[in-house]
Nanobody, 121 residues
Framework: QVQLVESGGGLEQAGGSLRLSCAAS????????MNWYRQVPGNQRELVAG???????RYADAVKGRFTISRDNANNTVYLQMNSLKPEDTAVYYC???????????????WGQGTQVTVSS
């Protein structure tokens, strides 16, 4: 089994910064993509940022220029640096990864438990 554990959420004022971390552990052979999603109660979960094999990145339009995703392949960890935070960034942020485990020939999809980010105006 694979576990994704997020950390770094909390309460921040508008204009401030937070850094989220997500560490993957378990019988990992390789990780294809690592993503950050967010969800507000009553809304669908939406992609915030993604990184493929530590090279190619993608961002939601709402966070471009403010958020940066990065990855430490050696430690199976992904980060989300969030700058110039806005109240509308308030949500539960979830880590997501496509992981190939020992004994498997395919990538499986895993989710973290989520971390709350609250931005006050």
């Amino acid at each position: 089994q694979v576990q994704l554990v997020e950390s770094g959420g909390g309460l921040e004022q508008a204009g401030g910064s937070l850094r989220l971390s997500c560490a993957a552990s378990g019988s990992i052979v390789s990780i294809l993509t690592m993503n950050w999603y967010r969800q507000v109660p009553g809304n669908q979960r939406e992609l915030v940022a993604g990184i493929i094999s530590g090279i190619s990145t993608r961002y939601a339009d709402a966070v471009k220029g403010r958020f940066t995703i990065s990855r430490d392949n050696a430690n199976n960890t992904v980060y989300l640096q969030m700058n110039s935070l806005k109240p509308e960034d308030t949500a539960v942020y979830y880590c997501n990864a496509q992981v190939k485990e020992r004994g498997s020939d395919r990538f499986n999809n895993y989710w973290g438990q989520g971390t709350q980010v609250t931005v006050s105006s």
